[in-house]
């Protein structure tokens, strides 16, 4: 396989609104992250991956764009998005934004000149069809944060307007070409500016199954969800392909597509060798027990089954490419309050999921917070809870049958607010992150769980991260760590992660043991050297390793044998 300049690099994902506050104001904003790039820089991450910063209504947190081509005074100004490119570039940083264009907001001005006049160039903008009251919708899809796809255009009594996500985010039409090239001119305008490239938001949405058709209801309300649509819809990779080369491959930009649902013979066109984007994130595991009936109905993950879906997935891309790992990101709640069973979430377990994950063959992106084992930050009632989805599963919950606490604890374990709690810099009030009042509160335990702190610990998740982002640098290790084939070993073994890392001639041995109590493991060839340990004591005899509760090794064996 091709070398690509992005496959050596770790990526970092930043929510911009809960990273730093430079004028206290309580949000998180675009100085703050220039502030912050010494520490990106110090971390040792070098691809950066921006939330939405531009402006926007906030409806969906900035997925929802009322202009492509400016940022939101909420999070600064054009002036401080250049001075922030410049910042990166002179540390090497690769800054990636936010391309988010299956849909628009409402107050876009493209929708605000469709409701003004439906049948004119910017009605064809959109998804926009005629209704009158009492006839039924033109197809039965469930949106993303509950209710029909479809509401009423403003201003129009008899038109409605399709929305897969919120009802402030209509979805743009990409059957029309005059809309395609709207896109390509911006996603140029961006990359000209000296963007590295895009993670590329909710992307299989853009392509819709017409004409528009019922899928069996899957809940009460008689809707189904989105998924039976996206099944049926064939050809988003013409569109993608086409974007590609107007756009990304002109400048070689590095994209990471949020792909859910593609289908399987797709897989090499999204991200094979001449692939539409450069990577896509794997979502194998931050999927597992989802239910159609909501987040009520999930049940924890365990070990087995987080061991089965890494690789699951990395058997799958082994021969067409390269998927972006992470264990959590602002859609996510907190990998470590999430993969470890409650109470065991200790610094060793921390550490633990986060090098097992970050060792896979790929690209690994942190996302922020979790560098310092960040956890779910807990509600005590749903009107503390800004996340729309987890607003939307709240009411599912309830309408299920259970009780108000009931429906709190599924709040709190799935709520998108978890991983959107500010970042925890110091022991300070509001944890350093703001002077004023931040929009969404700090986590009670900042006092304990910050970087300050555990940048003075060597013991720290911090240093552990900065360790296995030195260890993907080395020019020893970074070949078989970057290129190196994952060859699961003894995946029988229960609560037992452990895969060889191989290539290059030499061979590495990643462990885990994902449980609280001790466990064996026989070792396949004599250990030359520990080259990463999460406890201190290493056990090694008679062709066998005794394993904490929670160890995690990295061991270089001996590749003769
Ligand atoms: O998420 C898209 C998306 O498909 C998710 O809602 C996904 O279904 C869910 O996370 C599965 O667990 C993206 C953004 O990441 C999200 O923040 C936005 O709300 C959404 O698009 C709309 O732009
Ligand atoms: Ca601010």
């Known amino acids: ?139 039965n899809w469930r949106s993303a944060f509950g209710g029909s796809v479809w509401s009423r255009l403003p201003g129009h009594e008899d038109k409605i307007y399709l929305h897969i996500f919120h009802r402030k985010q209509p979805d743009l039409n990409w059957e029309n070409p005059e809309l395609r090239q709207e896109i390509y001119r911006m996603i140029n305008w961006w990359l000209e500016k000296g963007v590295s490239g895009f993670r590329v938001d909710a992307i299989i949405n853009i392509k819709k199954k017409l004409p528009y058709r019922n899928y069996p209801a899957d809940r009460e309300d008689g809707l189904c969800s989105i998924e039976c649509m ?19 491959r002109k400048y070689d930009a590095f994209t990471a597509g949020e792909v859910f649902h593609e289908k399987e013979h797709e897989l090499p066109l999204f991200i094979g060798e001449h692939g539409v984007f450069s990577s896509m994130f794997d979502f194998a595991e931050t999927t597992i027990n989802t239910n159609p009936l909501g987040w009520y109905a999930v ?53 633990m999921l986060g090098g097992l994950n970050f060792m896979l063959r790929g690209l690994p992106f942190l996302f922020q917070g979790q560098e310092i084992g960040m956890e779910n930050r807990r509600c005590s009632s749903i009107e503390e809870v800004d996340d729309i989805s987890a607003r939307d599963e709240y009411q599912v919950a309830l309408n299920a049958g259970l009780t108000k606490e009931e429906a709190m604890d599924v709040v709190n374990r799935f709520s998108r607010d978890n991983a959107r709690s500010p970042f925890q810099w110091d022991s300070t009030p509001n944890a350093g992150f703001s002077s004023g009042t931040p929009w969404l509160p700090v986590n009670a335990n900042y006092t304990r769980i910050n970087l300050e702190a555990q940048k003075k610990d060597p013991d720290s998740v911090w240093n552990f991260y900065r360790a296995l982002i030195e260890l993907r640098k080395d020019p020893k290790y970074r070949d078989t760590i970057v290129f190196g084939d994952l060859i699961p070993y003894l995946p029988e073994q229960k609560n037992l992660m452990s895969y060889f890392r191989e290539g290059s001639g030499q061979r590495l041995l990643v462990i885990g043991n994902f449980q609280a109590e001790i466990q064996t493991a026989a070792l396949p060839a004599p250990v030359e050297e520990v080259l990463l340990n999460n406890i201190g004591d290493c056990e090694m005899k008679d062709g066998a390793v005794r394993l904490q509760p929670w160890q995690f090794l990295i061991l270089k064996l001996n590749s003769n044998s």
């Open 299 to 351: 049940q924890p993950v365990t070990a087995e089954q987080y061991k089965q879906a890494c690789f699951f997935s990395q058997r799958r891309v082994k021969d067409v490419g390269f998927l972006c790992n992470i264990i959590e990101n602002h859609d996510e709640p907190r990998g470590v309050s999430h993969y470890i069973p409650d109470g065991q979430c200790t610094l060793a377990a921390k550490k």
């Open 1 to 139: 396989m091709l070398q690509k300049w992005w496959q050596s690099k770790t990526a970092y994902q930043i929510y911009p609104k809960s990273f730093y506050d430079s004028n206290g104001d309580g949000i998180g904003d675009l100085r703050g992250i220039i502030e912050k790039l010494d520490y990106l820089k110090e971390l040792g991450v070098e691809i950066v991956w921006i939330s939405p910063v531009y402006c926007s209504p906030l409806a969906d947190q900035g997925y929802d764009i009322s202009d492509y081509y400016g940022i939101d005074p909420r999070f600064g100004t054009m002036d401080d998005m250049d001075e922030l490119l410049q910042e990166a570039k002179k540390r090497g940083l690769h800054i990636v934004m936010d391309l988010v264009v299956n849909h628009c907001s409402d107050e876009h001005v493209w929708f605000q000149e469709a409701c003004k006049d439906p049948d004119g160039k910017f009605g064809r903008y959109f998804y926009i069809e005629d209704w009158h009251e009492g006839d039924p919708l033109p197809c």
């Open 230 to 248: 996206l099944a049926d819809a064939e050809g988003v990779i013409d569109f993608l392909d086409e974007m590609a080369e107007n756009t990304f």
